[in-house]
């Protein structure tokens, strides 16, 4: 790896893209949200999110950070976001390491009215408390209903209240735990993909 002096300036003597580079590089790793909606048509949605943490334990809310599109979409507004607006409910899909293809395939770029289920090549769970389904291949899926979004700049952090949680036997370790180590789940880094192993108390 080529060696390079220290670095360090004030944010606003660089530019936007060069601060996001430093920042995923640094707050890592950071786990994917792996979020389906539905639209108001009745299409559905998947895409991955790795600015992505717990908002609250009481009432349990989860937290996803969106940004505008990018690519041919420079400046729209995602399916993801939209369809949440719209319909009030959305999934979180956790993804281990088995479904980091399908998760790939489903960050591509389509047409809104592609179903990404299908592009992804992954199966739609009915919802037990929304109407928007899971991934079935999914070890663990949280059904969210919205709490509300919150315009941060260009992106908007999305906070939903957890309606019902799935965690399959491949990733249960009972009295309400996680087995970790047994679901291997994906991290992400600076636009690279890591897994959490070993793990280590101290």
């Known amino acids: 790896m080529e060696k390079y002096k220290a670095f ?23 786990p994917i949200a792996w979020v389906s909606t539905r639209s ?14 717990v908002a609250s334990r009481n009432p349990p809310t989860l937290l996803i950070s969106i940004g505008p599109g990018v690519g041919d979409g420079q400046g729209t507004v995602k399916d993801t976001l939209l369809n949440i607006r719209e319909t ?14 399908p998760m790939q395939r489903s ?24 109407n928007v389904p899971s991934v079935l291949e999914s070890p663990i899926a949280f ?13 908007h952090l999305v906070l939903g209240k957890v309606e019902h949680v799935r965690v399959d036997a491949e990733a249960y370790a009972g009295h309400y735990k996680i087995a970790i ?18 793990a280590f108390s101290v």
């Not at 108001?40 to 943490?53: M, Y």
């Not at 409910?89 to 293809?101: D, R, Y």
């Not at 059904?143 to 992106?155: A, F, K, M, N, S």
């Open 107 to 130: 960050s591509a770029d389509v047409a809104s009215d592609e179903n990404e289920f299908e592009l992804a090549e992954v199966t739609p769970k009915a919802g037990i408390r929304v």
């Open 8 to 30: 360090e300036s004030a944010a606003d003597d660089i530019t936007v893209d060069e601060m996001y580079k430093l920042m995923i590089g640094s707050v890592v790793p950071r």
């Open 40 to 53: 108001k048509d009745g299409v559905l949605n998947l895409a991955p999110f790795s600015f992505f943490t």
């Open 143 to 155: 059904e969210l209903t919205l709490d509300r979004i919150i315009t941060v700049g260009t992106d």
């Open 181 to 198: 180590e047994s679901w291997q789940p994906l991290a992400s880094l600076a636009g690279d993909y890591a897994l959490i192993k070993p």
């Open 88 to 101: 009030g409910e959305f999934v979180i899909n956790m993804v281990p390491a088995s479904l980091v293809e």
